[in-house]
């Protein structure tokens, strides 16, 4: 069945490393995503990583998959304030068909 | 390059009356997008169009909800009647390519409030 889990609420103090974690159930997704979502704002994709890569880095941004647990994380370093938004962990199917099953967005707070 | 956009951004309606979303995507996309995002529920997927042709529209909740892409461009999704149930966000999504990996991009979406 689809079904991504993740946290409802994080906060972190500016500055430090912010972590937040996702759990899917279908071993067969093949793209794991974060989005971002800002207040008012649309969705908008962080980053992705294919289901046969353990780690991915882009600048700030490092995402772990652990397939073998269906975990995915991702970590910002030195959150700013304006990293404070709604991230959504989401994933989806191979075979092209590009249907997105999405977490219930987990809220990060950057205390300044 | 213009984004997804979609109108309203915001509607405000009585249960009983219709409501027409609208969402243009990405100039050359042949793949659309509606999801909703219910209060305090996840983001869920609605239906997909590749051109003018549904492709899936196994999340559709229920026949009040009908969606059109005329001419494989813009799309809309109407609700009618309009239930207190059906508030949420509406976004929008395109993607480029049927076959590809490519990644969807999202408009800013719908906050329909059923009153």
């Known amino acids: 069945g689809e079904d991504v889990e993740q946290s409802l609420f994080l906060s972190v103090r500016e500055g430090d490393s912010s972590v937040i974690n996702c759990t899917y159930t279908?071993?067969?997704?093949?793209?794991l995503y974060w989005y971002k979502q800002e207040p008012g704002a649309g969705l908008q994709l962080l980053t992705y990583?294919?289901?046969?890569?353990d780690m991915k880095q882009d600048q700030r941004l490092t995402v772990l998959l652990n397939k073998k647990d269906k975990h995915l994380s991702l970590r910002i370093a030195d959150t700013q304030t304006g990293d404070s938004a709604i991230y959504f962990c989401?994933?989806?199917?191979?075979?092209?068909?590009?249907?997105?099953?999405f977490g219930i967005g987990t809220k990060l707070q950057v205390i300044p | 390059e213009a984004g997804v956009t979609q109108f309203p951004s915001h509607s405000v309606i009585e249960k009983g009356q219709t409501v027409t979303l609208r969402c243009d995507p990405i100039?050359?996309?042949?793949?659309l997008y509606w999801y909703r995002r219910v209060m305090g529920k996840e983001i869920k997927f609605l239906l997909h169009?590749?051109?003018?042709?549904?492709?899936?529209e196994s999340g559709m909740p229920n026949n009040r909800f009908l969606a059109e892409r005329t001419g494989g461009t813009y799309s809309t999704l109407k609700v009618q009647p309009a239930e207190l149930e059906d508030s949420g966000v509406y976004f929008c999504?395109?993607?480029?390519?049927?076959?590809?990996?490519?990644?969807?991009?999202f408009g800013p979406g719908t906050r329909l409030t059923v009153l």
């Open positions: 999504a395109s993607s480029q390519d049927w076959a590809s990996s490519d990644t969807q991009y």
């Open positions: 279908d071993s067969s997704s093949t793209y």
């Open positions: 990583i294919f289901s046969n890569m």
């Open positions: 989401a994933e989806s199917f191979s075979g092209g068909y590009q249907k997105v099953t």
């Open positions: 100039s050359g996309h042949d793949n």
């Open positions: 169009f590749v051109k003018e042709s549904k492709q899936d």
